[in-house]
């Protein structure tokens, strides 16, 4: 017999001589579980030919064969075994790993995607743990979808509430803190040199380092502390990390999102060319995904604008951002690809669309080199673009 004692020493290390009844954490953890297998088995589990049980009052596992016949039981019992162990291995990890997401803000399971969230086991063990901590994902995830495009100020506002918002609910959940960063460091690019400017960047910088610390492995984490390098023009530093987390995970698209601004604005076109062809996530939804328009604008930069003009009408279709910048870069490309009076009529079309963009002072302060920024303009001033609306002041600082 496995006694709750004995759970409380061996798993939650409790010392013997604690004063705390440790009994009755062993129990109301067992209790998160047994509910945490009843929902895996009225959902996702239903099908499954091995049922996992701890009975009330007991914590040794029963087992429980669903397969039709003694002679089906003996065959496949082995294999169902495997897989049923897996199944319970997750469901563990979701209970155990709620204490670990409240704690620490590491992720509940190494294949917990940070893109769509959680398993409906793991969402049901954290829920039964602490709805708040839950809630604080949740709305993480929702904002870091309303991101892009980042030109669009009150969809930035909107998202910073709600990462505020979450990280009063769940302070150790880095996706709060990492989400806070990556808001923060897009606003500077928007603001005039100052005080004001300076302490946005010093918040975002903060809630970077901290996302971090509580989540040292989390690819948003990395990814987010390499954007506030960025921002602060700590270059090199900016593409360690941020390379670092789309090492760990290639098929994560925030991160490739931002990874993609920063070796784009860095001039490192190339670095865009090889990681962010859409083309390599031909069967996911790329819907508001900024790393399609940075591709393409890294095409225009290595001189092939027809192909460049091919990606941005396919980051159009696939549903990717609308704004200033992918905008500026079609005309230009039309613009050098001889087609002066479909320039032209954009031109006229985006000033109408955007009249207050501050496009080009926005774009000079994120290009490191100069040059860059340069020949974007050149042509679109050569397309009859002219600035438009009020300029933030400009300085050596990105």
């Not at 302490?199 to 903060?206: E, F, P, Q």
């Not at 925030?254 to 070796?263: A, C, G, Q």
């Not at 050098?336 to 985006?350: I, M, N, P, W, Y």
């Not at 100069?370 to 600082?397: I, M, R, Y």
Request: proline share 5%.
């Amino acid at each position: 017999m496995i006694f709750g004692k004995t759970i409380a020493d061996d798993v939650y290390k409790r010392p013997p001589s604690s004063s705390v009844d440790s009994s009755s954490l062993v129990r109301v953890d067992a209790g998160r579980l047994r509910r945490a297998l009843e929902a895996y088995y009225a959902g996702e589990g239903a099908e499954d030919g091995v049922r996992f049980h701890i009975d009330t009052g007991q914590y040794a596992v029963r087992f429980e064969y669903l397969l039709e016949t003694p002679t089906e039981q003996l065959v496949g019992r082995r294999k169902v075994l495997a897989a049923g162990l897996a199944v319970l291995g997750v469901l563990v990890a979701g209970v155990v790993g709620g204490i670990v997401f409240l704690n620490s803000g590491e992720p509940v399971t190494q294949k917990n995607t940070q893109r769509t969230g959680l398993s409906s086991a793991q969402r049901a063990a954290l829920l039964n743990r602490s709805p708040r901590a839950l809630e604080a994902l949740d709305l993480a995830i929702q904002a870091r979808g309303l991101i892009f495009p980042a030109t669009n100020p009150s969809r930035l506002i909107a998202a910073k509430g709600m990462f505020e918002r979450a990280i009063k609910l769940s302070p150790t959940y880095y996706g709060g803190h990492a989400g806070l960063a990556q808001i923060c460091g897009l606003q500077t690019f928007f603001m005039p040199l100052g005080e004001e400017r300076d302490a946005i960047m010093s918040l975002g910088y903060k809630h970077a380092q901290i996302a971090l610390a509580h989540g040292p492995t989390s690819t948003w984490a990395q990814s987010s502390f390499g954007w506030m390098e960025f921002v602060r023009g700590n270059i090199e530093e900016a593409r360690s990390f941020s390379g670092r987390a789309l090492e760990i995970d290639p098929a994560d698209l925030d991160v490739l999102d931002f990874d993609s601004l920063i070796n784009f604005f860095s001039g490192d076109f190339e670095h865009v060319f090889r990681t962010a062809d859409p083309e390599k996530f031909d069967t996911q939804s790329l819907k508001r995904h900024v790393f399609m328009v940075t591709y393409a604008a890294s095409i225009f930069h290595l001189g092939d604008e027809e192909k460049a003009i091919a990606a941005l009408n396919n980051s159009a279709a696939r549903g990717g951002p609308i704004s200033p910048i992918g905008s500026a870069y079609l005309i230009a490309a039309h613009q050098k690809a001889g087609d002066v009076a479909l320039a032209r009529s954009l031109t006229q079309e985006f000033e109408t669309t955007w009249p207050n963009s501050q496009l080009e002072a926005i774009v000079r302060r994120l290009f490191v080199d100069v040059e860059n920024a340069d020949t974007l303009f050149d042509t679109l001033k050569a397309a009859g673009w002219h600035a438009t609306g009020p300029q933030p002041a400009t300085g050596s600082e990105p």
